[in-house]
């Protein structure tokens, strides 16, 4: 006699049907993945995927509409709130989440959170606060902690000079409109577990039509010493006292020398990288540095430029307008900045990418087959590294190549470490390239 027993298999967890099965770029220990996985089951549990419009802001989570299956629509840097009102006054039977950070809520876009709110809109706003800008680099936020050392305030915030923490809940909370206003971490297994309650209540108030609306901050930690002093461990390594508009100050060597550099291109090719390696090794000689980056929302592929000074002399202003040197990688950079440069200056461009010619005849021009230069080196990523090489062969006073070597570990992030053997290839190829 044979026996047989049917086994009914129950699933007790799966991934959240409105979560995209793909790896997202979050740093390791970061909470906004487990903030999208909560919103996911929130969303699914009430059955609300298909009439669901996500707004996301430029920061960390901006690419947070490739992880959630639902609408969505990118904001300009701070304007999440006021984009998700106009949404929602123009479908006021969608489901509108404002998905933000504490930079695009409580520094750019204060006057939108804080009138959103006061006017009662019928959204939902999660506001994930990590204390610290951490797509940047790690600079001081406007909730930054007392004594928290950031990459802009290495001794520490004093209140005296960067103000207090701005505390978001309690600053909503005197308002009369918002209906519900609750902080939450996402720690442990209860925290989290309480944040999802926060958020399935903050969509369940707006799913019932209230005439105010849900709002809700989530901290990564439970506690002031527990805030995350970084989320991405990237840009400047070297510290010092905080200053504005990333002017950084170091000891002049005494002869007159001011040049201004304009690094352009796309995102990852290392624009960026290019200009912090020359502040680092031209503050190594002794010289005044300053460095302003600025690239799109999204990092990789979008634009991608940063203005370079560096000089023997205090810097007046750390603005490049009409550079000396104007170092271009692609073809859409050539296009739009070699008429910004000085005439007389120098343009150095990229022969690999850029398949047109600078057409000025008043500048000196010097074109690098830097990608191929790269890959002779060991591998097509240090193609900026091809081209700050030939940088430094043509204007040899802004640094020289041993403080450009001596820097370089310290310039590149750890996890690229590795790559700083092509990287001395590479620069090597680009002077004499030059």
Not at 143 to 171: M, V
Request: contains cysteine; positive net charge; proline residues 6%.
């Amino acid at each position: 006699m044979s026996v047989e027993t049917a086994v009914k298999e129950k699933v007790v967890y799966d991934r959240p049907a409105s979560l995209v099965d793909v790896p997202n770029h979050y740093c390791p220990g970061c909470g906004h993945g487990i903030i999208h996985k909560l919103l996911a089951q929130c969303i699914d549990e009430l059955g609300i995927a298909p009439t669901t419009i996500l707004v996301a802001p430029v920061g960390c989570s901006v690419l947070a509409y490739n992880y959630l299956r639902v609408d969505g629509c990118e904001a300009a840097h701070g304007r999440a709130p006021a984009v998700a009102t106009g949404i929602k006054r123009v479908h006021p039977d969608r489901t509108v989440i404002s998905y933000q950070g504490d930079g695009d809520l409580l520094a750019i876009g204060t006057g939108e959170t804080i009138h959103a709110a006061n006017r009662g809109e019928k959204i939902t706003v999660i506001f994930v606060n990590n204390a610290i800008y951490g797509m940047t680099g790690g600079q001081m936020a406007p909730t930054s902690l007392q004594a928290q050392k950031t990459k802009t305030s290495p001794y520490g915030r004093n209140p005296a000079e960067a103000g207090f923490p701005i505390r978001a809940c309690e600053l909503l909370a005197t308002l009369q409109a918002p209906a519900f206003i609750e902080r939450c971490a996402v720690s442990s297994v209860k925290t989290i577990l309480k944040t999802k309650r926060a958020i399935m209540k903050g969509l369940r108030n707006q799913l019932e039509a209230r005439d105010i609306p849900s709002s809700r901050s989530f901290p990564c930690a439970p506690r002031a010493g527990e805030w995350s002093l970084g989320k991405r461990r990237r840009g400047w390594t070297r510290r010092w006292p905080p200053c504005s508009r990333w002017a950084i100050t170091a000891t002049a060597r005494g002869t007159v020398m001011h040049e201004g550099i304009f690094f352009a291109g796309f995102g990852g090719q290392g624009i960026i990288l290019a200009g912090r390696v020359v502040c680092l090794a031209a503050m190594q000689e002794g010289l005044h540095v300053s460095h302003i980056p600025s690239y799109g929302a999204e990092m990789r592929g979008g634009t991608a430029n940063c203005s370079v000074v560096v000089s023997d002399e205090e810097i007046a202003s750390p603005l490049v307008p009409h550079p000396d040197t104007c170092v271009v990688m692609n073809t859409p950079s050539l296009v739009k900045f070699q008429s910004i440069v000085r005439p007389g200056g120098l343009l150095i461009w990229n022969e690999s990418l850029v398949d047109v010619k600078p057409d000025r005849t008043d500048i000196e021009i010097l074109a690098v087959r830097a990608n191929d230069i790269a890959e002779e080196a060991g591998s097509y990523r240090s193609a900026n590294m091809v081209m700050l090489g030939a940088l430094l062969k043509r204007r040899p006073a802004v640094a020289s190549m041993n403080a450009v070597l001596a820097v370089l570990d310290q310039a590149v992030s750890a996890r690229h470490r590795e790559l700083n053997q092509v990287n001395r290839k590479a620069l090597a190829g680009g002077y004499q390239a030059a």
